[in-house]
């Protein structure tokens, strides 16, 4: 059980253009989704926290206008990069905790690429 | 947010024990410690968590010292799919409970 799927697993974009990540609890109902970025050799960078229903948190020196995230169920959650530039190439990386010990299980990543 | 030390690399022969140390030496009393690993371009995968008693379950050992300031991570017999980048994580005890990954030991089993 506490499975987590990501689509795309990967997508090549348009500078200038916008891109879409879907981030779905397959067998659980999720009450926080994240949603880190990982750069080439580099440790996970957590951007935001969504919980169902509500404004997502960000971390600091994250945009909220450039990323946007929408929590509109409780298995689904989505990130959407605006306005692509080739440095927001990286791995993006969902992750979904339920009621408990919330320990949080992750999707399997979209690499995104920006040329 | 309590932060994790942990070493940047390490080697393990095949069918040995890799023993994975952690420091997280500004651990709070309600906070939990994780162990995740990365396989290369995967997401995480979730090993063991523990918040003072030692652990166990299929994939690993947890053993968290008396104080709780640091851990070690044991797989019994490291094979070669368990190469990885593995994570020592505290999780924050309240609000939203996220996570903060430090920079993990990439750890090598050889043949």
């Known amino acids: 059980g506490a499975v987590v799927s990501q689509h795309p697993s990967w997508v090549i974009c348009k500078s200038g253009t916008s891109v879409k990540i879907e981030c779905r609890s397959l067998d659980f109902q999720a009450t926080t989704m994240f949603w880190y970025r990982q750069f080439p050799k580099q440790s996970l960078m957590l951007m935001a926290t969504?919980?169902?229903?509500?404004?997502?948190?960000?971390e600091q020196g994250v945009e909220k206008d450039k990323f946007l995230i929408n929590h509109a169920s409780l298995t689904l959650s989505t990130l959407t990069v605006t306005s692509a530039h080739p440095e927001d190439s990286s791995f993006y990386i969902c992750?979904?905790?339920?009621?408990?010990?919330?320990?949080?299980?992750f999707g399997p990543g979209t690499r995104l690429t920006v040329t | 947010d309590a932060k994790t030390t942990q070493p940047p690399s390490m080697d393990c022969a095949e069918g040995r024990a890799a023993n994975l140390p952690c420091n997280h030496s500004t651990i709070s009393g309600n906070e939990y410690v994780y162990w995740y690993r990365q396989i290369h371009s995967q997401g995480p995968q979730y090993i063991i968590h523990?918040?003072?008693n030692n652990e166990t379950n299929e994939m690993a050992s947890l053993i968290i010292t008396e104080d709780r300031k640091s851990s070690t991570l044991i797989l019994p017999h490291a094979t070669l799919r368990d190469t990885a980048v593995y994570y020592c994580?505290?999780?924050?005890?309240?609000?939203?409970?996220?996570?903060?990954f430090g920079t993990g030991t990439r750890l090598k089993v050889l043949a």
């Open positions: 523990g918040l003072k």
């Open positions: 969504s919980n169902e229903g509500s404004k997502a948190t960000y």
């Open positions: 992750s979904a905790t339920r009621r408990g010990p919330y320990e949080q299980y």
């Open positions: 994580i505290v999780r924050v005890a309240k609000g939203t409970y996220k996570y903060i």
